[in-house]
């Protein structure tokens, strides 16, 4: 008798596969729940009820757009560096790149899943916004999704710098801290909220060209084109250092 050999899948089917994976690994941790749909939850009630800082009338048509870049920054930062490095750690990453499925099929999947989770943040966040009483500029939408795209783009491009060389542990502490930073520095609040030397320094990071991108669309409908072209730097020096230090393996 002789075998049948067994042949890989296609490798767009490898890839969905591996992103479907991914994306329900994702969902059942839940630490990176807490830090995905809860946290950004709980700052978007918690700026409605209060009453500072200073927003303007409606303070929500701000508040919104500033908890949707918070979503991003934590999927595509801190839970996809977290779990990054413990893949590396437990050696999953080397495995999965001698398979089939390949390295870049790997990093495929874990960026087909970041969206996927960031669409699933978005609705439901949305959700909420619209039942405080969030009413978007419709022209912004287009804009929008830009800037998500652009900011998710730069914040895993970070993320792989970050979880491609330290240890897991590191990471853990490094990505966590970095998210608290971001959280104060352009994304849930307008940069030029911040005091001046802070504001400005907010506006040329990822944080606050992705905040202040998702601020314009939403609540004035602008393309903004300055905080674009800061979050594509971002994306592209970040990918190409990621590029020559990430390691496979410890």
């Given at each position: ?17 591996q992103a479907a994976f991914e994306t329900q690994t994702m969902l059942r941790n839940g630490e990176q729940l807490l830090v995905a749909f ?33 979503a991003v920054a934590s999927s595509a930062f801190t839970s996809q560096a977290i779990a990054t490095a413990f893949d590396r750690r437990n ?160």
């Amino acid at each position: 008798m002789t075998s049948t050999p067994v042949r890989a899948a296609a490798r767009g089917t490898r890839i969905r596969r591996q992103a479907a994976f991914e994306t329900q690994t994702m969902l059942r941790n839940g630490e990176q729940l807490l830090v995905a749909f809860v946290l950004p939850a709980l700052a978007m009630v918690g700026l409605t009820v209060a009453r500072v800082p200073d927003l303007g009338s409606p303070r929500i048509a701000l508040i919104v757009p500033g908890v949707f870049a918070l979503a991003v920054a934590s999927s595509a930062f801190t839970s996809q560096a977290i779990a990054t490095a413990f893949d590396r750690r437990n050696g999953v990453l080397r495995l999965l790149g001698t398979t089939p499925l390949g390295r870049d099929g790997l990093l495929g999947g874990k960026v087909l899943a970041t969206g996927a989770v960031l669409l699933l943040q978005l609705l439901a966040l949305s959700a909420l916004g619209l039942a405080l009483g969030w009413r978007p500029d419709a022209a912004g939408l287009v804009p929008a999704v830009v800037s998500v795209v652009l900011g998710a783009a730069a914040f895993v491009a970070l993320a792989m710098v970050v979880a491609g060389r330290l240890r897991a542990e590191a990471v853990l502490a490094v990505a966590n801290l970095l998210w608290v930073l971001f959280l104060g520095l352009g994304l849930l609040l307008p940069t030029d909220k911040l005091p001046d030397a802070i504001g400005t320094l907010a506006r040329w990071l990822p944080s606050g060209a992705l905040g202040d991108a998702l601020r314009s669309a939403l609540a004035a409908g602008e393309w903004p084109l300055a905080s674009w072209l800061v979050l594509a730097g971002w994306a592209a020096v970040g990918a190409l250092v990621a590029t020559r230090i990430f390691r496979w393996s410890d």
